[in-house]
């Protein structure tokens, strides 16, 4: 089982960018799916998660501005970030977790936001 991200790039302060993540191979069971980020000298953290039943949770940072879906039938889930600003600068990672896959991970993708 694999998570590919995609979607990162450069963008100007205000702009806009679509995180697309795929799993390849078959997940069992019912699985949240969420997007994280991490800032060069910063820890990674949570940017939003969708749970199997489309509840979302999002950062403080975020709220407002990012949207978190999720396709079941492509087993995908995307972030939309709009409003971006340099603060948003960091890779992002896509992560899968449940009760029988644990924690996964894709490789994740750059998001540059210049000022």
């Known amino acids: 089982v694999q998570l590919q991200a995609s979607g990162g790039g450069l963008v100007q302060t205000g702009g806009s960018l679509r995180l697309s993540c795929v799993v390849s191979?078959?997940?069992?069971?019912?699985?949240?799916m969420g997007w994280y980020r991490q800032a060069p000298g910063k820890q990674r953290e949570l940017v939003a998660v969708i749970s199997s039943g489309g509840t979302t949770t999002y950062a403080d940072s975020v709220k407002g501005r990012f949207t978190i879906s999720r396709d079941n039938a492509k087993s995908a889930t995307y972030l939309q970030m709009n409003g971006l600003n340099p603060e948003d600068t960091a890779v992002y990672y896509c992560?899968?977790?449940?009760?029988?896959?644990?924690?996964?991970w894709g490789q994740g993708t750059q998001v540059t936001v210049s000022s």
């Open positions: 191979g078959r997940i069992l069971g019912n699985n949240g």
């Open positions: 992560n899968a977790f449940g009760p029988f896959i644990g924690q996964l």
